[in-house]
């Protein structure tokens, strides 16, 4: 995120808001087509995920799968709490520019009333501006402070939303190894098994097996190492 102006000192210009501004609003459209693009990759994502769901074809192939969409729906949460907390930001910029153009306008209002020679309709005139660009900074305090609550609210569903992608895919990892433990310790039985020993050829078959299935519990333990969890 880029670094916040301080708007609470006064010693801004205008020129200085307003190009504040223009660079925060182009920040803002950006960082929105990026969260829009992720959210369709996530969403085709989880559909093809869902519809494979229905095959035993590579179940473990499929937990990483959805362990990772797990994680892109997390930094996705993560975009969108910055893009609220941009919009603050923006929000309290306008609330400053609006400040600045109503000073500007009661500097001008007492100009004119220092002169009468102006007349009584420009003071007028004057005066308007100065409600008018007060309704706005009033309005565009109330957004900032608005903006603020939301970007409190999507962090806090972040929070909630990652602790629990994390639970659900810890516990699928445990289920997984303990499934898989239970198929390793039958096939050591088999294979030692001196009342019905294995030929050769099964013997080279159930190795391979539990070859495979040793490798895949490193994988499974890679996972619960990634999210901190007991192997």
Known sequence: M??????????????????????????????????????????????????????????????LRSARISMEDVELDRMKAELAQYKSQIARGQAEFYRHQAEHSQHEAELSSAKAKFGQEQAESALKEIVLAKDQADAAKKTAEIALKEAEVVKGNMEIANVKKNQLVIHLSQELKASLKEML???????????EPLTTNQLSQTRQVSISGHLMQDTIDGILELFHAPA
């Not at 310790?185 to 009342?195: A, E, G, T």
């Open 185 to 195: 310790d039958q096939l050591y039985k088999l294979q030692h098994d001196s009342q």
């Open 2 to 63: 880029e670094k916040k102006q301080d708007y609470s000192t006064g010693l801004v210009t205008i020129e200085e808001l307003e190009k504040d501004i223009l660079k925060i609003k182009t920040t803002i459209e950006k960082m929105e087509s990026e969260i829009s693009n992720r959210q369709k990759e996530i969403e085709q994502e989880k559909s093809k995920l869902e519809g494979e769901k229905k095959s035993s074809h590579k179940p473990m192939d499929r937990t």
